[in-house]
Nanobody, 123 residues
Framework: QVQLVESGGGSVPSGGSLTLSCVAT????????IAWFRQAPGKEREAVAA???????KYAEFVKGRFTISQNNARYIVYLQMDSLKPEATAMYYC?????????????????WGQGTQVTVSS
């Protein structure tokens, strides 16, 4: 059973930084992708960043170099470093995983999801 647990959310002023963490357990395949998505109240869930076991990455256009996705050497812990945060980044951030051979930002391809961690950016 794959489980994903996010942490690191919080409240920061505009221009601040946060680092989110996602601990993934139960992934048994050597090929996987893990991604970060976010959902603001009243809006659809949108992709933020993704990476696969080979450290290939993909980012949403709005990230524009301000966010960085990475994973630790032992794998299965994925980070999202977020710098220069703007109030529009306020949302619940979710970690998702899939046993895939490609890195993708498409939510339907991810079949494991965490409970989310709240990020609030004040103006």
């Amino acid at each position: 059973q794959v489980q994903l647990v996010e942490s690191g959310g919080g409240s920061v002023p505009s221009g601040g930084s946060l680092t989110l963490s996602c601990v993934a357990t139960g992934i048994r395949q050597s090929t996987y992708s893990i991604a970060w998505f976010r959902q603001a109240p009243g809006k659809e869930r949108e992709a933020v960043a993704a990476m696969d076991v080979d450290d290939s990455t993909k980012y949403a256009e709005f990230v524009k170099g301000r966010f960085t996705i990475s994973q630790n050497n032992a794998r299965y812990i994925v980070y999202l470093q977020m710098d220069s945060l703007k109030p529009e980044a306020t949302a619940m951030y979710y970690c998702a995983a899939a046993e895939l051979t490609l890195v993708t930002l498409r939510p339907p391809l991810y079949n494991y999801w965490g409970q989310g961690t709240q990020v609030t950016v004040s103006s």
